[in-house]
């Protein structure tokens, strides 16, 4: 049993943005495959789990970024759990360059499902015992529920087939894309993405209408993805920036 797990990535010209830097969602990806994959190394994946109606869900996640990996880079990335927090499974992430330099660290904590209720389940629930790694993180700490402000509407969406996983869901990945089409194109060139974090609140489903609202501090950015017919706010999001030097 692998108590750590760890997988390389290629960037591809479909994960970069116009800069040919790795899209924030591309990582969020890599970090759901690698998770997906290690838990199931483990015996909670999600052939295990469904079995007995039981799923994991991403409820909170922070990311702390030296820099984004470019297009043509070669990343490893590390993941394993480490504990539990209250109800919370925490698992931290870290992801190397080619030289092994530390370029992000990531830590994340999932809820345990009950599929027919959706209600978060104790961690003696899951019927297997995790590595806890010797204490072994990322980060120093865990991610605490986003209580940021937002003040005005970026803009609106109805969510259709791109965005809808296997669970007629809308996968979190897209979350992260809709808080990063809150920015124009002069704030991408004028600053740099240091770090985000991300609390999931509520499911989102096909045809939903979704409004996106934004705070005003353009370097510490509060985003809420609210359903415009019953008002239910499906996540929040902080993104950190920092100005670029040749910022005019």
């Given at each position: 049993m692998e108590t750590i797990w760890k997988e390389d990535f290629d960037i591809k010209s479909y994960n970069v943005d116009f800069q040919?830097?790795?899209?924030?969602?591309?990582?969020?990806?890599?970090?759901?495959?690698?998770?997906?994959?290690?838990?199931?190394e483990l015996?909670?994946?999600?052939?295990?789990?469904?079995?007995?109606?039981?799923?994991?869900?991403?409820?909170?996640?922070?990311?702390?970024?030296?820099?984004?990996?470019?297009w043509g880079e070669s990343i490893l990335i590390e993941t394993w759990?480490?504990?539990?927090e209250g109800l919370f499974f925490r698992r931290d992430f870290i992801v190397y360059d080619?030289?092994?330099?530390?370029?992000?660290?990531?830590?994340?904590?999932?809820l345990l499902l009950a599929a027919q209720t959706l209600r978060p389940q104790r961690p003696s629930m899951l019927g297997i015992?995790?590595?806890?790694?010797n204490g072994r993180k990322s980060l120093a700490y865990f991610p605490e529920r986003?209580?940021?402000?937002t003040e005005q509407v970026a803009f609106n969406k109805k969510v259709a087939y791109n965005e809808i996983d296997q669970n007629l869901h809308v996968n979190n990945t897209r979350y992260l894309d809709w808080a990063t089409d809150?920015?124009?194109?002069?704030?991408?060139?004028?600053?740099?993405?240091?770090?985000?974090?991300?609390?999931f609140l509520a499911e989102t489903h096909w045809g939903d209408e979704i409004e996106l609202h934004i705070g005003n501090d353009f370097l510490?950015?509060?985003?809420?993805?609210?359903?415009s017919t019953s008002s239910t706010k499906l996540f929040k999001a902080v993104l950190t920036w920092e100005t670029l030097l040749n910022y005019s």
């Open positions: 040919q830097n790795a899209k924030p969602s591309a990582l969020m990806q890599f970090f759901q495959e690698v998770a997906s994959n290690h838990a199931a015996g909670a994946g999600y052939d295990a789990l469904i079995s007995r109606e039981l799923f994991w869900a991403l409820s909170r996640l922070t990311v702390e970024i030296g820099r984004m990996p470019r759990p480490c504990g539990s080619k030289d092994h330099q530390i370029i992000i660290r990531a830590v994340s904590g999932w015992d995790l590595p806890f790694n986003l209580t940021a402000q809150c920015f124009k194109l002069k704030h991408y060139q004028n600053h740099r993405l240091t770090g985000f974090s991300l609390e510490n950015s509060a985003v809420e993805a609210i359903e």
